[in-house]
């Protein structure tokens, strides 16, 4: 896989990480960003480089958009062009609770975060693949991952839901947008995963999944996306390009 290089935001734990792993084990050069620099963010680089592969750090906040440039120059410094971005980087919000009780403060962190951030990175990268016009046989792709909140209600967390249908969006968009350019726009779609994010309510999940509030019988894993991740990456379902792919064990199924 020479020459295929990714920037994978908020990889230094849970999905962003596992997809880091995957992408390495097939070759990628990595590019991992984090907010900021930490011994967490350190060690994930140390377990890269101990797969023979090339990576660095891109640490910033894919929320402030005057950092994106920085972002992008530091990856490309360490691992040169970019065939691939993942727009992982994602919160959940403040609070569970009533959704007459959200406040501005979490659902504007959410949009920030989930929304914004992923939105303006992937208008930032776009510009530089597009004048970066790619002369080899590499997949270029663009790699959102939502959440099966896109569609599915949560009202304990409506904000959440409400960002993650809107990064939905953003991978069809730029999907239209790239089709031309020769650059996929793919979208995963996490049901219950088992990472950091989800250790508060992860005993009260898995009694739910034994109750069969899922077809597969367990909490996913963050290598159950990032096999997909890889899948995409490498433009093994290029004629996907702007489809959400559902990786929820069955969760959002329709069921009588």
Known sequence: MTGYAALITGSSRGIGKGVALALAAHGFAIAANELAPSRELDGVIDELKAMGVVATSAVGDVSDLSQHQAILDAAERGV???????????????????????????????????????????QAWAKRAISQASTTARHRSIITISSCNAEAVSVA????????????????????????????????????????????????????????????????????????????????????????????????IPRF
């Not at 501005?104 to 992937?122: H, K, V």
């Not at 031309?180 to 739910?208: F, H, N, Q, W």
Request: hydrophobic letters at 40%; one cysteine or more; aromatic letters at 6%.
């Open 80 to 122: 040169g062009p970019l065939s691939t971005l993942v727009n992982n980087a994602g919160v959940s919000v403040l609070q569970r609770g009533d959704l007459l009780d959200v406040s501005p403060e979490s659902y504007d962190r959410c949009q920030q975060i989930n929304t914004r951030g992923a939105f303006f990175l992937t």
């Open 157 to 252: 967390r409506g904000e959440y839901c409400i960002s993650k249908a809107a990064a939905s969006m953003i991978a069809k968009l730029f999907a239209v947008r790239l089709g031309g350019d020769g650059i996929g726009s793919y979208e995963i779609r996490p049901g219950l995963i088992e990472t950091p994010m989800t250790a508060v309510v992860k005993e009260t999940y898995e009694d739910r999944i034994r109750a069969g509030l899922t077809i597969v019988q367990r909490m996913g894993q963050p290598s159950d996306i990032a096999s997909i991740a890889v899948a995409l990456a490498t433009g093994q379902l290029a004629f996907c390009t702007g489809q959400a792919l559902n990786a929820d064990g069955g969760l959002t």
